[in-house]
């Protein structure tokens, strides 16, 4: 739905490329797949990023070598590299885009899909992405498969007739604020989940998902437009700084 929408939202400028609707949606969870059997995929697809002194005190370090010249390279790809698969994404996709490379450009733009998408749900942002630590075991899953799923057409309905598109002067700068907004919305969710679990006795029943949905449908939908317009707006950005090549041009 995310990646519908992003395709959608690309400016009149890049409408050619909406032809890759399809190959998008079709194929932008290639990436879970992928964790099957590629050993070091999995760490791509969040970061834990208040395990970091430095984020709780609000100077985070950004550059991966810098962080991991002072917390060491096993640490840094165990709580997960979610920034830099980012950015890495994206100077493969200007790089694919130059080069008039039309599969690759197809490839990158599916893995920034997922990514970024990544990146705006709360629960790849924080060390208690599944409530291990507060007694909320599988809130993970709750909220982002067994609720969602609920309330699809609703959240389609909710997006607009365009999003908010940005040339992005710093993506990874850019990246990590996403995910420091994503953090930041962690407390919205477990409060909803304490309040939910509460009212039911633990019973996860329907009263509970309605419960879940009320606290969190406002920020659910934000979260949702605001992610289609971020991928679109790297997707712009790419194309920007690859010199704006016509999509016929790409073989």
Excluded at 36 to 58: M, P, R, S
Excluded at 152 to 164: I, P, V, W, Y
Excluded at 239 to 249: I, L, T
């Amino acid at each position: 739905m995310i990646t519908k929408h992003a395709v959608a939202y690309l400016p009149s400028e890049m409408k050619d490329f909406q032809i890759l609707s399809d190959y998008l949606i079709k194929n932008c969870l290639d990436p879970d797949h992928r964790k099957k059997y590629i050993k070091d995929e999995a760490n791509k697809h969040y970061i834990n990023i208040d395990y970091y002194t430095e984020f709780n005190q609000a100077r985070m370090i950004e550059s991966k070598d810098s962080l991991v010249k002072v917390y060491g390279d096993s640490v840094v790809t165990e709580y997960g590299v979610l920034p830099w698969a980012l950015e890495k994404t994206f100077d493969n996709l200007v790089d694919a885009m130059q080069k008039h490379n039309l599969q690759a450009t197809k490839e990158m733009m599916r893995d920034m899909a997922h990514y970024l998408a990544d990146a705006f749900q709360p629960m790849h942002t924080v060390s208690n992405y599944n409530g291990q630590f507060t007694g909320q075991l599988d809130i993970h899953e709750r909220y982002e498969t067994y609720m969602i799923n609920q309330h699809l057409n609703e959240l389609d309905a909710s997006f607009g007739s365009c999003g908010t598109l940005q040339l992005i002067a710093s993506p990874l700068h850019i990246f990590f604020e996403t995910i420091a907004r994503s953090n930041a919305t962690c407390p919205v969710l477990f409060t909803a989940d304490d309040v939910a679990v509460r009212e039911t006795h633990r019973k996860y029943d329907s009263l509970y998902y309605t419960i879940l949905w009320f606290k969190t449908k406002a920020i659910t939908e934000e979260i949702f437009q605001a992610a289609a317009a971020a991928i679109a707006s790297i997707y712009y950005t790419a194309w920007v700084d690859a010199g704006k090549p016509e999509f016929n041009s790409l073989k």
